[in-house]
């Protein structure tokens, strides 16, 4: 109860303690968040030197250099969203002034980018949700158009791709080696010959980057992709192991030829042999899935919500497939070429969760082991 009382009374927070030193302790631990508190404006006073603040007197071509700093690196179709914003803000002149048209915009291009771009700024690429709303967009096109025929149905298709040998590569040379042959692999995607094709076929191509080793790939057009599914397959296939990987890694290395033998292979390596990057594939139509439509609206779902089920399941289908793809090529290899199955195989989804599921056992038994050591009492001799 006394404590009670010391808490609520008035001398607790008044006169009692004025002017009174603190302890040592707490001494030290203000003088602690003094620093903090320091640093951190210092820190937000550097944040804000950075950000470049604009006026009405600086002009508008300066004002327009700087918005041009801003797009710097975005992707065109961010950058023509980007535009369109700057064209409404120049024309609601004097409600805007160039400091604020500047804000709005350089608020307006980041939030682009960190809702749309993948968060690995050296692949410059879009993520898989700026995909899914773009294919939003594609599927309602085909839908309103006055008549739809299978050729505009299957003129959009979502292809999934998983570059093979990745986790191999940042094993044998290092993730610095790893990261650049995901540029590279992804530059094939977005820039490739197999790209180029499709172009001249008069495809529009968007390219993703989704999640560690996995790519995407939306095409949109007005023929249907029926007669070229194969070869597209065959061609992403052919055009990722011809990237050129020798400045990446040498497999006669005395240390990648160590690391290989710890992975299992115990065949004979030549001194020429070169790693290889690969790729599974699979592809979806969206002529493939929108008959399941009828189901969604048999039960009164909304427009969104429906197209929100094709999407996920063209998605879903392009997934499996690129499992069915995996499985054929790693049957394939393993008759042909034992070196690259082994390798392609160190990157494999099923056997990662499988290998860490196993590292992550062998971690609990062995803490067991520990526990039952510590606990162990012995019986006393009689």
């Known amino acids: 109860m006394a404590e009670d009382q010391s808490l ?3 001398s607790s927070f008044g006169s009692d303690l004025a002017g009174k030193p603190i302890s040592p302790e707490l001494e030290k631990l203000i003088a602690g968040l003094s620093v903090l508190q320091k640093e951190e404006w210092n820190a937000r006073i550097n944040r804000d030197k950075e950000l470049v603040t604009l006026s009405d007197s600086d002009g508008e071509d300066y004002l327009k250099m700087q918005v041009g700093l801003l797009f710097e690196g975005l992707p065109h179709e961010l950058r023509r969203q980007a535009e369109e914003l700057c064209q409404d803000l120049y024309k609601r002149r004097p409600a805007f002034n160039n400091a604020e048209i500047y804000r709005y915009i350089r608020i307006f291009v980041k939030t682009l980018r960190r809702a749309y771009l993948d968060p690995r700024v050296y692949l410059q690429a879009f993520n898989r949700r700026y995909i899914e709303e773009k ?4 599927i309602a096109e085909v839908i309103s158009r006055d ?8 003129g959009v298709a979502r292809i999934h791709i998983d570059m093979r040998g990745l986790f191999a590569l940042n094993e044998l040379a290092g993730r610095e080696m790893g990261n650049k042959a995901l540029i590279r692999f992804i530059d094939m995607i977005k820039l490739g010959t197999t790209t180029e094709w ?15 080793d996995q790519f995407g ?3 949109f057009g007005k023929t249907s992709l029926r007669p070229y599914i194969a070869e597209i397959i065959s061609r992403y296939i052919l055009e990722a192991e011809s990237i050129n990987c020798r400045d990446l890694i040498g497999l006669a290395h005395p240390a990648v030829l160590e690391k290989i033998k710890l992975m299992g292979f115990g065949g004979y390596i030549a001194k020429d042999e070169t790693f290889h990057l690969s790729a ?15 189901f969604e609206l048999s039960d009164g779902a909304s427009y969104a919500t429906v197209i929100q089920g094709l999407k996920a399941r063209m998605f879903t289908i392009a997934d499996k497939r690129v499992r069915v793809n995996q499985s054929e090529q790693r049957e394939r290899l393993e008759k042909e070429n034992p070196l690259r199955a082994l390798l392609y195989s ?9 290998e860490s599921s196993l590292i992550q056992k062998e971690r609990q038994l062995k803490a067991l082991e520990k526990q039952i050591e510590r606990n162990a009492i012995l019986p006393e001799e009689n």
């Open 8 to 10: 609520n009374s008035e």
């Open 135 to 138: 294919l939003f967009d594609y």
């Open 147 to 154: 008549d739809v025929f299978d050729e505009d149905l299957s």
């Open 198 to 212: 499709l172009h001249s076929l008069g495809f529009e191509i968007i390219t993703s980057a989704e999640h560690r």
């Open 217 to 219: 790939v939306l095409v």
């Open 280 to 294: 599974n594939v699979g592809v979806c139509l969206f002529a493939e899935v929108v008959e399941h439509a009828k």
């Open 346 to 354: 160190r990157m494999d989804h099923d056997l990662i969760e499988l």
